[in-house]
């Protein structure tokens, strides 16, 4: 296994400070990696209990990856994770706790992208923007999203 990276806790990995843990109390809800973001070695920032695993594999030059595949094994995971890229453009990105109240926001340039573990997400665009989504699937269209206004008022179906 790979080890695990505890940005959270403030540890300074070295280039790894270009991630941010964003937490709901101690758990950990979204990180932010920005476009610039390395390290030396293979190194994971989400846990090795995590539902969706994220981090850098390193190789040198003239190193490879056997060729391999992945067995079949059934997993259980309850909830959705995502992780998306901006390809192009200039966005904001509202974390919220699983109570719908904000917890952070940030701003995103081309490169930069955002792990989605937990809580909530919105998006609002600066400038024209594309956004690289990969989420767990099948998707299950509309039934498996909580839609909320975060100011409270009434949103329309």
Same mark, same amino acid.
């Given at each position: 296994?790979?080890?695990?990276?505890?940005?959270?806790?403030?540890?300074?990995?070295?280039?790894?400070?270009?991630?941010?843990?964003?937490?709901? #109390?101690?758990?950990?809800?979204?990180?932010?990696?920005?476009?610039? !973001?390395?390290? $030396?070695?293979?190194?994971?920032? /989400? +846990? %090795?209990?995590?539902?969706?695993?994220?981090?850098?594999?390193?190789?040198?030059?003239?190193?490879?990856?056997?060729?391999?595949?992945?067995?079949?094994?059934?997993?259980?995971?309850?909830?959705?994770?995502?992780?998306?890229?901006?390809?192009? #453009?200039?966005?904001?990105?509202?974390?919220?706790?699983?109570?719908? !109240?904000?917890? $952070?926001?940030?701003?995103?340039? /081309? +490169? %930069?992208?955002?792990?989605?573990?937990?809580?909530?997400?919105?998006?609002?665009?600066?400038?024209?923007?594309?956004?690289?989504?990969?989420?767990?699937?099948?998707?299950?269209?509309?039934?498996?999203?909580?839609?909320?206004?975060?100011?409270?008022?009434?949103?329309?179906?």
């Amino acid at each position: 296994m790979m080890p695990h990276m505890d940005i959270a806790e403030g540890k300074d990995r070295g280039s790894m400070s270009a991630i941010e843990s964003i937490c709901q #109390g101690q758990t950990p809800i979204a990180y932010i990696v920005r476009a610039g !973001a390395t390290d $030396a070695t293979t190194s994971f920032f /989400t +846990g %090795d209990d995590a539902t969706f695993q994220a981090g850098f594999v390193v190789y040198p030059a003239g190193g490879s990856v056997v060729p391999h595949i992945h067995l079949p094994v059934v997993r259980t995971i309850v909830g959705t994770s995502e992780l998306l890229v901006v390809r192009s #453009g200039r966005c904001i990105v509202d974390i919220y706790g699983d109570n719908q !109240a904000l917890v $952070a926001s940030r701003e995103l340039a /081309t +490169g %930069d992208l955002v792990v989605s573990v937990g809580g909530g997400h919105g998006f609002r665009m600066l400038e024209d923007t594309v956004l690289f989504e990969v989420k767990q699937g099948p998707y299950g269209g509309a039934a498996e999203k909580e839609r909320f206004d975060p100011t409270g008022a009434p949103r329309p179906q």
